[in-house]
């Protein structure tokens, strides 16, 4: 476990606990705010996001790309669904009690509706909370 392994290090050092960090063979949770310093040793991520992990292949600008990528889809579906499902029971409000034929078509996207619930619905993006500390100023330090 490394916590912010370049904090206190020069440049050199840096680049020195990079290059042996490249050929190191085992399993490695860095945590750090160096993005060039994770886009130089990472070859895979493992995010953690609500109680799951999710596995990445590549360093780590390789994962921000993924993940916005599969982020962007996912909003695309939700929003695809939503759409859906709105001009679904739409339909079934407007023609449920009417003539047969309709009542046959709003019956038939009803039983639509029914399945789409059924097979799970794509879960909507949350933006992810973010903490914001504000320390009041204790004055001169003598």
Request: aromatic share 10%; hydrophobic share 35%.
């Amino acid at each position: 476990l490394l916590d912010e392994p370049t904090n206190h290090l020069d440049l050199d050092a840096c680049v020195w606990l990079e290059e042996e960090l490249k050929t190191y063979k085992r399993i490695l949770v860095v945590i750090s705010h160096s993005q060039d310093f994770l886009n130089g040793i990472c070859t895979n991520i493992i995010h953690v996001n609500k109680n799951r992990l999710k596995y990445y292949t590549g360093n780590y600008d390789a994962f921000v790309k993924t993940r916005l990528e599969l982020l962007e889809n996912q909003m695309k579906q939700y929003n695809w669904e939503q759409d859906q499902i709105s001009h679904m029971k739409n339909y079934i409000a407007r023609f449920g009690h009417g003539s047969a034929k309709l009542a046959r078509q709003a019956q038939s996207k009803e039983k639509t509706l029914a399945k789409m619930v059924a097979q799970g619905l794509t879960e909507k993006i949350e933006n992810e909370k973010t903490v914001t500390f504000y320390f009041p100023s204790c004055g001169k330090i003598p």
